[in-house]
């Protein structure tokens, strides 16, 4: 694999921060025969440097590892469950994370594996096992542990302790561990951090801290577990100050404040406004600090210190897929415009059947600090398989924070649009829209989601200024929500997509051919080609008035580079404005292979259609692009 940054920054300013990376994948051979990746990495610095970049930096490496030695893992002398456990843990399979090169890297594993089995058993409540470690040597080594895991050890008593005044009230029966069962680290961990947010709502106490401990009683094979509570002194918020700062104003940070001056102190405040600062993209680093005791008010200052990141981002990226072709994407962004991190970004795609130039403007901190004015513009030009399509839009909307997950917004906007198709040959359209939408986003992880839930319904009126237009509302809705088992073998993840929407008041020409509904692609039912589902007219899609779409797919991780998915997909657009009880849906089903970088997950999908000789369906679809599907 090969990266190339190419940093545009100058000496005398803060540098452009280059979050693409051109990465070109090589196999075995074309490494270690021709030399391809090499070659073709080197190309690609000596444009950056032709374009002028100040600085252009290169680092090569082979992501699969050297040729070690390999070898295999036998644990043996355990009961069913208690070998799930060591399976849930990875102990039988083989570390990817560090090659085995040699004789004595071998023996270092057999030894270091296990300890790690000695302190699983030991989670689990078995103290007193015996594991007898051996390698036994051949084509391939086999490091086996043979395993006496003896008595397991239950709770005999669950205690609070206190190092300083305790908090009243905080009782055992909130604790999951009970007296008489088998020990388990996961639940006394568990409880351990129940209590820590138990006291820490009850109390404003300064560097609260919870530490859990087993004491094990000899000869009696149980444990007393131990909670410990450490805490600071009572205080409340002081006054804050921000330091660190260059271009950005002392109060775009204040602003992502979540405590006030004189409110009980709260460590979950200080670790909200320490993500929030971070969220942002304004700061690199942020620490948050305070006095070690409470000033004569009883308050205690806050210090906040940040380091800023690099104010400008240049973005490349790609994708294909056999029903679209390649599409290069391009992106440049600058989120500290006028020091009040106002984020100005340009977005620029070139596809086979699109290309279109996006820049938006966000001005934050506008009429209120949840509250984000939006400018928009763009130029597009669509050529589908339904229609022709030239778009000049531009619109202006305000989006406001409603809590830690919502948000909402609305807006106004204006669209030229000219297209050609089957069903109202060539229009114009001038048509005046007020967006509004409301979202719900308890994601983490935008591009590898394994938890959360993503809901969105969007409600656009549009009316005629001039043109074949007419009057109508266009809504849309979908909700997405995310499964895993962690305890489970290969940590599946379980994703669950599903979207609709209508068009009312206009149907057939009288909407633009680009607003219409279409399925298929993708974004939609995939193996099936991009937009060819849906109402049809002399043999052509036309689109329609409503659409329904779902998906399920079931993500595997084999390895901590590789994983699987399987999926399935079904879905149809429809002449009306709700589909019919007997509606048709095409369906299809696939599988694919992801490989994981610290920017995502690279996605390769093959899916085929079920059904559909009637729509000209057959073969199967390729997708390639960065992140899960959705």
Known sequence: MALVHCNTGRKREQAVETLYSVRVLCSASSMKKTGVCWTFSALLVGICSVAGVGNVQAAWYWPFGDSGIDYAVELKGVEPELEAWLRELKLDKPDTSRD???????????????????????????????????LEEGETAVLRYDIRPGPRYRVGAVNVVWEGVPLKDVSVTVFQTKVGEPIQAQVILDDAKALLETVGRRACLLKLEVSPLVKLQEGRRVGEVVLRVRHGAVANFGPTTV??????????????????????????LVEETRSKLIENQLFS????????VPDSNGEVPMAITVK???ARTLRAGGSFSSDEGVVLSSGWEHRNLWGGGEKLTADLNLGQEEQGLETSLRLPDFGADT???????????????????DTFKVGASVERRLARFWRA??????????????????????????????????????????????????????????????????????????LTGRSLPLSPTLALRAAGGSIFGAEGQDVPADIR????????????????????????????SSFVAASAEARLRFTEEFGGVVFMDSGNAFDGTMPESDARLYSSAGVGVRYFTAIGPIRADIAVPLDGKDVGARGYAVYVSIGQSF
């Not at 680093?285 to 070690?292: D, F, G, P, Y």
């Not at 040959?425 to 007020?434: K, R």
């Open 100 to 134: 085995i090169l040699t004789q004595i890297d071998l023996e270092q594993e057999l030894s270091v594996r296990g300890e790690r089995v000695r302190l699983a058993l030991e989670a689990q409540g078995y103290y007193d096992g015996v594991i007898l470690p051996r």
């Open 243 to 268: 330091s660190g700062t260059v271009r950005v104003r002392k109060d775009v940070a204040m602003r992502d404040v979540t405590w006030r001056e004189g409110q009980c102190y709260r460590e979950r």
């Open 285 to 292: 680093s942020v620490s948050i600090s305070h006095t070690a």
């Open 308 to 310: 800023e990141r690099a």
């Open 371 to 389: 509250q984000t004015l939006v400018l928009t513009g763009g130029l597009g030009h669509e050529e589908r398989d339904a229609y022709v399509a």
């Open 409 to 482: 917004g609305l807006g106004v906007g204006f669209n030229l649009t000219q297209t050609e198709d089957v069903l109202a040959g060539n229009s114009e359209y001038g048509l005046l829209s007020f967006p509004g939408f409301i979202e719900y986003d308890s994601r983490r992880n935008v591009l590898d989601p394994k938890r959360g839930w993503l809901a969105n319904l969007s409600v656009t009126p549009y009316t005629e200024t001039f043109g074949d237009g007419g009057q109508f509302v266009k809504t849309q809705g979908s909700v997405q929500t995310y």
């Open 517 to 544: 509904y279409y399925a298929g692609g993708g974004g939609s039912v995939r193996g099936y080609g991009y937009q060819t589902l849906g109402p049809r007219k002399a043999g052509e899609v036309v689109g329609g």
